[in-house]
């Protein structure tokens, strides 16, 4: 109970914890717009992964110009979900919290299915320092891309594999339910 306190007490005492929201959206700089495959892609949302008091990472979602955010999910539609991180996370809370809300959004058999591949994605996140970018990147044509500072380090043509780690995020009881509505709103 004394190290929860304390705790508690570091966390509501930080200043740089307890930072605006649109404050961690500037310092995240997301871009109006994107190129994804030579297709412009617009920033429909952003918004700030707050867990227990602290500001984990930002969050924009990109699609094409004439598609609500909304229509984003659809499996035919260009997306690009970038995520500027705000802390240091290692690999292995990354891949904890995929595999927890995976094992909670889909069954034991489509896991199974994509287990070599969602093997290969994570064997791809590195620790993660304050100031580092992920995105993924999603075309009908060219399938699902994951970047890491700018740099295209896994790729997959599968589409069920995009549609399921995409989901993470974009689809119900995913990572964080008030991010979900954030990015997809409007």
């Known amino acids: 109970m004394?190290?929860?306190?304390a705790l508690t007490s570091l966390l509501l005492l930080s200043p740089a914890l307890l930072a605006n929201p649109d404050e961690r959206l500037h310092e995240a700089n997301f871009a109006a717009q994107t190129t994804?495959?030579?297709?412009?892609?617009?920033r429909k949302n952003q918004s700030v992964l707050r867990y227990l008091w602290v500001d984990v990472y930002a969050a924009a979602l990109y699609a094409q110009p004439n598609v609500s955010a909304a229509q984003v999910v659809d499996p035919q539609r260009s997306k690009r979900l970038e995520l500027y991180y705000l802390r240091n996370i290692q690999r292995g809370e990354v891949i904890e919290a995929a595999w927890t809300t995976l094992s909670r959004q889909h069954?034991?058999?489509?896991?199974?299915h994509l287990r070599s591949d969602l093997d290969d994605l994570h064997a791809n996140v590195l620790d993660i320092?304050?100031?580092?970018?992920y995105a993924l990147n999603y075309t009908a044509a060219n399938g699902l891309s994951l970047e890491r500072n700018g740099?295209?380090?896994?790729?997959?043509?599968?589409p069920e594999l995009a549609s399921v780690y995409l989901g993470l995020w974009l689809a119900p009881n995913g990572l964080s339910d008030s991010l979900r509505s954030s990015l997809l709103d409007g």
């Open 36 to 42: 994804l495959q030579r297709a412009s892609l617009e």
């Open 2 to 5: 004394h190290k929860l306190l």
């Open 107 to 112: 069954d034991t058999a489509t896991l199974a």
């Open 129 to 133: 320092d304050p100031g580092d970018r």
């Open 151 to 158: 740099k295209v380090v896994f790729t997959s043509t599968d």
